[in-house]
């Protein structure tokens, strides 16, 4: 299903370049590629640039501007405002922790797709209603994990996650052994004291550890 005939890229091809997605807190310009890099030296093909730091949208556009076949996105995109500014900087998807019904008709105008995030049932049939069947599960631990997924399996079948939260090496295989979970994002796979040691192997490692995980 395509939710509009305006996106260039389909949800659905951005879950398939999982299974992990990192969730991505860059505080400072400069370490945005070297982390991109570590990450995709790791086995890692898609990147969430949370609009978290201040220079968030800066980090996307150094990322979008000298990766170029990275496939990078904007998180934690709140209302249509920080939509357009996120792909004005070059994100290549737009992920969002929660619904408005603002975003979901605004982002049908865009090129650039929206993945909305649900934590209720009810959130999950406006999403529908709009036209979306790809959605973030978030936070994933705290309302239910893999159960409440798998519950919501038997009411919308044809509905697809991508949970993060509380999500980690030790319980992502129990995500995506669940037939509606195409991928899985955490913030693990960068840690904060890597990142200021600028110990970017230790972020490849780490990321070829879970990628390697996810695969077995
Ligand atoms: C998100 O926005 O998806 C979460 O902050 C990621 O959660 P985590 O830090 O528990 O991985």
């Given at each position: 299903m ?14 398939a ?10 505080e ?24 978290r ?24 995109v ?21 619904l ?15 993945i ?10 406006t ?12 936070p ?38 669940l ?27 780490i ?7 996810a695969?077995?």
């Open positions: 395509s939710v509009t005939n305006t996106w260039q890229t389909q949800p659905q091809e951005v879950f370049l999982g299974p992990i997605v990192p969730v991505l807190v860059i400072h310009i400069e370490d945005a590629v070297p982390i991109a890099k570590a990450l995709i030296a790791g086995g890692i093909n898609v990147l969430e640039v949370t609009l730091t201040e220079n968030a949208l800066d980090v996307i556009r150094e990322i979008a501007t000298h990766i170029p076949s990275a496939m990078v996105g904007a998180g934690t709140t209302n249509i405002s920080l939509y357009h500014q996120a792909v004005d900087a070059g994100a290549k998807f737009v992920i969002s922790p929660g408005t019904k603002d975003l979901l008709v605004a982002a049908k105008e865009s090129t650039v797709p929206l909305p995030g649900i934590a209720t049932i009810s959130e999950l049939m999403g529908i209603d709009a036209g979306y069947d790809h959605f973030k599960f978030f994933a631990e705290a309302i239910g994990g893999t159960k409440a997924i798998k519950s919501i399996a038997g009411p919308f079948p044809d509905i697809t996650f991508c949970p993060t939260g509380g999500i980690n090496v030790d319980n992502m295989g129990n995500y995506l052994s037939n509606n979970v195409a991928c899985i994002g955490g913030s693990w796979l960068v840690p904060s004291d890597a990142v200021a040691n600028k110990d970017w192997q230790r972020i490849t490692d990321t070829k550890a879970a990628v390697a995980a695969n077995s």
